[in-house]
């Protein structure tokens, strides 16, 4: 337990210490100034993309570029000489970007709520950015493992956006019709985006929602174990 204690500490400091923490405080401080300059109206449909951007692609390129600073600094080798497991590795690093998700949530609710006095329920939209948040994590920490530096990794998460993000966006603003919704819903961005408009709008539909809280998981579950462990243990051997 101490071992497991001191892995997240020392993922908080590496948060500290790559600025990590400060770009995320960053992109809440800039949320907080689209508040002031949209009205209650536009908050409401512009808090849960907000959040999305937060939990999926932010969340993505910063989980990366900690995983390759790590690397230059032979810190995720160090690593595998602890007595702890590669899975409590992981652990600790979900649990802080994570942490760095929540932070400019937090943001994004506050701000929604002292700027325009939108509120919601806000335990229910903790459960779905942890569910968000461990999924787009494990997705990261896929693109990572398979880019052989930090700009083929950001190349890959152009991509996906491309491919996962833009269809839900697109869906959002009509261009693409609402018959083709459960299509898109295999995309872990719109199943995430999906989650978050519910939660702010109060309005939920039962079956997509049940859907994407199963979904999410599971993604997280089978990339975590079939991608992600495997080729993190074999790109720490080799440094």
Not at 90 to 116: G, N, P
Request: proline share 3%.
């Amino acid at each position: 337990m101490s071992s497991a204690l001191r892995l997240i500490g020392g993922e908080f400091k590496r948060l500290v210490s790559y600025k990590l923490l400060a770009r995320s405080l960053t992109t809440g401080i800039i949320w907080i100034l689209v508040f002031l300059f949209i009205s209650t109206k536009e908050a409401g449909s512009v808090a849960p993309m907000l959040m999305f951007v937060d939990v999926s692609i932010v969340l993505m390129m910063l989980l990366g570029a900690s995983f390759y600073l790590e690397r230059q600094e032979n810190t995720i080798k160090s690593m595998m000489v602890m007595p702890v497991s590669l899975w409590q590795i992981l652990a600790s690093k979900v649990a802080s970007s994570l942490a760095l998700t929540l932070i400019t949530v937090t943001i994004t609710c506050a701000a929604a709520y002292f700027v325009h006095a939108i509120s919601f329920n806000y335990a229910l939209l903790l459960l779905f950015v942890i569910l968000a948040a461990v999924a787009h994590a494990a997705i990261g920490f896929s693109l990572a493992l398979f880019g052989k530096n930090l700009g083929s990794m950001l190349i890959m998460v152009i991509v996906y956006v491309l491919i996962f993000t833009v269809p839900s966006i697109l869906l959002a603003v009509n261009i693409i019709d609402a018959q083709y919704e459960w299509i898109v819903m295999l995309s872990p961005s719109h199943a995430a985006r999906m989650l978050f408009s519910s939660v702010v709008s109060g309005e939920f539909e039962w079956k997509k929602t049940v859907f994407g809280c199963i979904y999410l998981p599971v993604l997280a579950a089978v990339l975590m174990k079939f991608v992600v462990y495997p080729k993190f243990k074999s790109r720490a051997v080799r440094g």
